[in-house]
């Protein structure tokens, strides 16, 4: 019965293009269901893609509420992404090394078409630490944190910290005298470390004989900054952390985090 | 085949009731010309017990063997975590060195010297008389702000280092005296080499709050 196709004999050119076009091979393999204008097809068509079935297929009103939700959790992934994609843009002409790090940065801005990339990571990353702190206002307002939230606020500390880290390693990128400064006092809370810093409590204990097992070049700062002071070392360290380590991280727990919402009964609704 | 008396053997034709039927079983309506398994294998006879086949190793039987893997497994890759820790601090630092000579002392000026400032991170002072030691000599000055690290300046027409990050200002003899710093800056140790040029080695520091700007060879008397 594959031939009972009913083409109707006026049909004009542009439809028999169409028709023939929905017919072919390609066309089936990526549009596997038919216009997603029923519920069931709806249903159908986002549970087979892959991006679409990330969102739930139905949601509390609450859910979509602006003034309940803020809409910050969306507004930091959104933010995250934006990140991402101008981040890989500018790693295409930015150089982590003492010689050229500041002058590419400014480069970026003068000889560079749309300098405004950058200033759209820097801008788009104040605005991530700003979302992301009130998405954590909102959610723990509503109380959503608690159970069966709670392991889901857990995963959230962990990636507000790994947040305002990212922030902290990419300041250090434009190697100016602001970031070296920064990055110099910063880095210096490391060296109180309890045990692992060279100055924290505790480390005074371990000795070897009286060799100091944890001093300035092998303690807890020393691994941040890849280096006694901040440095070639530490521009180095911090531009892997902020390009690679980092966004992998948090990638992986957003993955957790999103799908840990829909697990425990999806987005939380008024009390 | 004592504990399933019901079992059919294949091949074997069945002891009671009509003759046995052809190998292939009876498919049901609905699953005809279907492939199921369900359908189609033969089922089996229970595989004969033998006294528990996996347990039987000379060496070791199936649970120590995986308790061995599970062990060798966790311990290989604490391993490899210590080596990734490890990987982090390198045997050689390119960094400037701690111990250097900086010239004879009748290269410096009374007052503050800051042409050591960049490279090895010191301000080389030379006073008529010092606060401690009172007596004249040199002392070194090791230029990191005793608040949170930051490089002070020396504002030699207000005589004093200032901290740009935060504001803390010193005295030329280190002593601080305004802003955030909780204590003067940190002194070097400061002698003679055997050519007579002054070495500096910025691994000992003196600090003045511990009394330590008594000692010696914090200060070089001339
Ligand atoms: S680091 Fe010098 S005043 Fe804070």
Known sequence: ?271 | MADEPNAPVEGAPASKGPPAKPAQPAVPPNLAGKTTSAAVAPRRPPARKKKVVDDTSPLLSRRSWLGLAWGSFTAASAGALAATGRFMFPNVLNEPPQQFKIGFPDEYAPGVDERWKDRFGIWVVRTPSDIVQEAGGFYALISVCTHLGCTPNWLSAELKFKCPCHGSGFRPTGVNFEGPAPRPLERARIVLADDGQILVDKARKFQFELGQWADPESFLRV
């Not at chain 1, 933010?79 to 400014?106: C, H, K, N, Q, W």
């Not at chain 1, 371990?206 to 100091?212: E, I, K, Q």
């Not at chain 1, 521009?235 to 829909?262: D, K, N, T």
Request: net charge positive; charged share 15%.
């Open chain 1, 1 to 271: 019965m594959a031939d009972t196709k009913i083409v109707a004999p006026k049909e004009g050119a542009l439809e028999r293009s169409w028709n023939w076009l929905t017919e072919t091979q390609v066309w089936k393999s990526v549009f596997r269901h038919n216009a997603p204008i029923t519920d069931r097809n709806r249903v159908l068509v986002v549970l087979s893609n892959v991006f679409l079935h990330l969102h739930p297929v139905r949601l509390r009103k609450s859910g979509v509420r602006l003034r309940y939700t803020w809409c910050m959790g969306g507004l930091s992934f959104f933010l995250f992404l934006s990140l991402t994609f101008t981040g890989v843009l500018l790693m295409f002409y930015y150089r982590p090394t003492l010689e050229y790090a500041y002058t590419d940065i400014v480069g970026l801005r003068e000889h560079v078409p749309l300098g405004i990339m950058r200033e759209m990571h820097r801008w788009g990353a104040h605005a991530m630490v700003v979302t992301v702190w009130l998405h954590m206002f909102r959610v723990f307002m509503t109380g959503s944190y608690k159970p069966p939230r709670e392991f889901n606020w857990n995963i959230g500390v962990i990636m507000l910290v790994l947040t305002l880290l990212l922030s902290f390693t990419g300041y250090l990128l434009p190697w100016d005298q602001l970031a070296i400064w920064a990055i110099t006092v910063g880095s210096n809370m490391a060296r109180a470390t309890p045990f692992m810093g060279s100055e924290g409590p505790g480390s005074a204990l371990l000795m070897l004989g009286d060799v100091r097992l944890i001093h300035a070049a092998d303690d807890a700062r020393f691994a941040l900054l890849g280096g006694t002071f901040v440095g070639e070392g530490a521009l180095l360290r911090f531009y892997v952390l902020h390009c690679v380590g980092l966004p992998l991280a948090i990638a992986v727990l957003m993955a957790v985090h999103f799908w840990r919402v829909r697990k425990d009964g999806g987005i939380s609704g008024p009390v």
